[in-house]
């Protein structure tokens, strides 16, 4: 199994800046993918961003150039550094991580950590 732990998370003002982590542990050789989603009340969740295991990237269309994604291997740990916040990336944010199915992993998910973005 795969525990997923995130922080960063807080109130910010529009225009401003957080970065988000997120720590896996346990069975860390389960994981391929990365990525983190968000999901504000009453809306679906959302992929926001992802990076594989050699580092390819992918955003969604509303973050391009303003967030970025990256991934320490080593540590097991990807991060998501957010710039020009906009109200409307006010969400919770979830931590996920892809398992190989060859080697009998699943999906796994953080708890999520809260982000706010004032006008």
């Known amino acids: 199994q795969v525990q997923l732990v995130e922080s960063g998370g807080g109130l910010v003002q529009a225009g401003g800046s957080l970065r988000l982590s997120c720590a896996a542990s346990g069975d860390t050789i389960c994981i391929s993918a990365m990525g983190w989603y968000r999901q504000a009340p009453g809306k679906e969740r959302e992929l926001v961003a992802a990076?594989?295991?050699?580092?390819?990237?992918y955003y969604a269309d509303s973050v391009k150039g303003r967030f970025t994604i990256s991934r320490d291997n080593a540590k097991n740990t990807v991060y998501l550094q957010m710039n020009s916040l906009k109200p409307e990336d006010t969400a919770v944010y979830y931590c996920?991580?892809?398992?190989?199915?060859?080697?009998?992993?699943?999906?796994?998910w953080g708890q999520g950590t809260q982000v706010t973005v004032s006008s």
């Open positions: 990076i594989t295991s050699g580092g390819s990237t």
């Open positions: 996920n991580a892809d398992g190989y199915s060859d080697y009998g992993c699943g999906d796994y």
